[in-house]
């Protein structure tokens, strides 16, 4: 089993940045792929994104080049580097974790951003 908790949301204006943590506990991360979702008010929840166990990346169209996704294995917590925030990236935020062979799959109960001038 994985426990994992956000933190870091909050209220930011637009332009401005945020740093989103998901600490990890119950075992060990390095397995993992760990991913970043968000749900936005009345929408789908959308892969924002991904880092998988070697530290290659992947992320959404909409964030790309504002957002960095990062993991401390050592730590055993992952990170979002928010810049640039617009109102559109107002959403609350999800960690997740996929060991996609072992069939395992974890969540964490969400971090609240909002970016409102």
């Not at 993991?71 to 974790?97: G, I």
């Amino acid at each position: 089993q994985v426990q994992l908790v956000e933190s870091g949301g909050g209220l930011v204006q637009p332009g401005g940045s945020l740093r989103l943590s998901c600490a990890a506990s119950g075992s060990r991360i390095s397995p993992y792929v760990m991913n970043w979702y968000r749900r936005a008010p009345g929408k789908q929840r959308e892969l924002v994104a991904s880092i998988t166990s070697s530290s290659r990346t992947n992320y959404a169209d909409s964030v790309k080049g504002r957002f960095t996704i990062s993991r401390d294995n050592a730590k055993n917590t992952v990170y979002l580097q928010m810049n640039s925030l617009n109102p559109e990236d107002t959403a609350v935020y999800y960690c997740n974790a996929k060991w996609a062979l072992a069939g395992h799959e974890y969540w964490g109960q969400g971090t609240q951003v909002i970016v409102s001038s």
